[in-house]
């Protein structure tokens, strides 16, 4: 999208109010569609775009279009990153009629530790076409929106620290502390060693900055 600019001058408001309606008005970011083409074959991955769930199996399709008049033969494999498991976990065969479609099922699943954000699931497709080796390599974005994940406290001992001789020590780096929460007329309640946050019944909070 062009802005038109007209000889004129302008306040500085009206530059501001100028630019943030082209920046508006500019087209949102997506990610590519998951097909690819390589030679006389299209590939394409048809998948769930969102996951809320850890250790659950997802189907995973791969579609493969023969747009020739000879049949295709080849391999089909999916991969994933990280905690991610694909099965079949390796390369399956696969065979196409001239001027036809097939597929082949997949599922993927997202090991403990997965991260609320977007992973991709790529599909190879292996192949010869006229004496040379082809690849297809569509890749499915797909995003895992899951809950936060539970973590343990961490187990810090209450002990006294040493100072060095003729040393400094930053009190306010120090994960040795501990909180009281004393409420009138009623017994005062130690925190855990390095608490920091809001307790839930009075509302007071503790928390250490810069």
């Known amino acids: 999208m062009k802005c038109a600019r007209k000889p004129s001058v302008l306040t500085w408001p009206f530059v501001v109010a100028i630019l943030g309606t082209c920046s508006w008005a500019a087209p949102a970011h997506a990610y590519n569609p998951p097909v690819d083409t390589a030679g006389p074959l299209t590939v394409r991955i048809e998948g769930p775009e969102e996951l809320t769930q850890t250790g659950v ?15 295709i033969e080849g391999t089909l494999e999916i991969r994933v990153i990280d905690r991610w498991q694909a099965q079949p976990a390796g390369p399956v065969p696969f065979s196409v009629d001239p001027r036809r479609a097939a597929s082949q099922e997949f599922q993927v699943l997202a090991g403990e530790g997965t991260y609320s954000a977007h992973y991709p699931i790529h599909a190879y497709a292996r192949f010869e076409s006229g004496g040379t080796q082809l690849t297809a390599h569509p890749i499915l974005i797909l995003e895992t929106k899951l809950p936060p994940l539970a973590r343990a406290p961490l187990a810090i001992a209450w002990a006294p620290l040493d100072v060095p001789e003729d040393g400094e020590l930053a009190l306010w780096r120090l994960v040795v502390h501990r909180s009281v929460v004393a409420v009138f007329g009623e017994e005062a309640k130690t925190m855990p060693v390095g608490w920091q946050g809001a307790e839930a019944r009075s509302r007071g909070s503790v928390g250490i900055g810069s």
């Open 57 to 71: 199996p997802l189907p995973v399709r791969v579609v493969v279009e023969n747009r020739q008049d000879e049949r």
